[in-house]
């Protein structure tokens, strides 16, 4: 099944290290980031998992919940989560689905077969509070994911999701942020009393809102 943005996120019910999971559930009111792996015990997976430990509360901090998949089953998770914590300093501190049946994969459309017919691909899902997608990435299984990028994101989600604004390229938390285009100029100052510049009529920019 393909997700777009703006569908609700799948629902389902999985076996987890940290227990049994019904997804929407777990998620409350708060947002959520759920990841795929290829596979367990393998050194991009081992590095991507640990980081993930490493930044759990900085994720905490924004209100995302975490939650990793991969299609290897339950004891083999436990075993290699002893592996990630020693070789990556760190406590694995978030749930990883054990989805040998592949549920969650399939509906998440996380097996790309013409990558590779069995493992997943390195996807993200990143889900509002209104349980709808707000963020789609993949990956190729050689290549870890950027977990800076992945907190800048969130930060941009959870700002445009409550001011008509937009975040430009390289945008990071705290910069300056573009007036969205549904604005009319002449509403800008009372909407953004902090002042904003008009760089081109359909280019205006303001300092970052909640700062
Ligand atoms: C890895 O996590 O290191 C990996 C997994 C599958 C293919 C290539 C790399």
């Not at 996120?9 to 076996?15: N, R």
């Not at 759920?34 to 015990?41: G, I, N, R, T, V």
């Amino acid at each position: 099944m393909t997700i777009r943005l703006g569908d609700i996120a799948p629902d389902f019910t999985a076996e987890t290290t940290e227990g049994t999971i019904n997804f929407h559930e777990w998620l409350g009111d708060g947002w959520g980031m759920l990841f795929s792996h290829p596979a367990d015990y393998t050194p991009v997976c081992t590095t991507e998992l640990g980081r993930t430990a490493q930044l759990k509360d900085r994720f905490a901090e924004k209100n995302v919940k975490v939650l990793a998949v991969s299609v290897d089953g339950l004891a083999s998770h436990k075993d290699w989560i002893k592996d990630i914590n020693e070789t990556q300093n760190t406590t694995v501190n978030f749930p990883i689905i054990a989805d040998e049946d592949r549920n969650v994969a399939t509906l998440y459309d996380m097996i790309h077969p013409n990558a590779d017919n069995t493992l997943t691909v390195r996807s993200v899902f990143i889900i509002g509070p209104d349980k709808k997608v707000k963020l789609t990435l993949t990956y190729p299984a050689s290549t870890g994911r950027n977990f800076d990028e992945l907190l800048r994101v969130i930060d941009s989600l959870q700002l445009t999701a409550n001011y008509s604004v937009a975040t430009p390229a390289d945008w990071k938390d705290g910069e300056d942020v573009v007036v969205s285009p549904s604005i009319a100029t002449e509403d800008i100052p009372e909407k953004f009393p902090k002042g904003h510049k008009v760089i081109k009529p359909y280019l205006r920019t303001t300092p970052q809102p909640n700062k």
